[in-house]
């Protein structure tokens, strides 16, 4: 069972739209290109079933990234505050690598 998060899929969307896009870029995300050194990996709790989620420049944009993909945030009653808290019970496992 894979488990993909709408964060994360938000996350690459936004850091995409961020970037300068040179004459290189691809059309597509079939035919993309480039490569980034860090590797954003979710597993399967049991350590399987690992994909790449996300790819990041350095440790410490995909620690921070990490970080908080494993909150679960919602909003309070109080208007323009978000009220995150740690998941302790997660069905997946994530890691930043090579």
Sequence with gaps: MR???IGSALIAVF???CGSFSPDDSDSPQTAN???PIRYVICESS???CFV???FRNFDSCE?????SS??????NTAGQMVCNEVKDSIAIAYCTK
């Design 34 to 36: 480039g490569e980034t």
């Design 71 to 76: 909150m679960r945030c919602g909003s309070n």
């Design 15 to 17: 850091l995409m739209s």
């Design 64 to 68: 921070s990234h990490k970080k908080w």
């Design 3 to 5: 488990i993909y998060r």
């Design 47 to 49: 350590g399987t079933s």
């Design 53 to 55: 989620a996300a790819r």
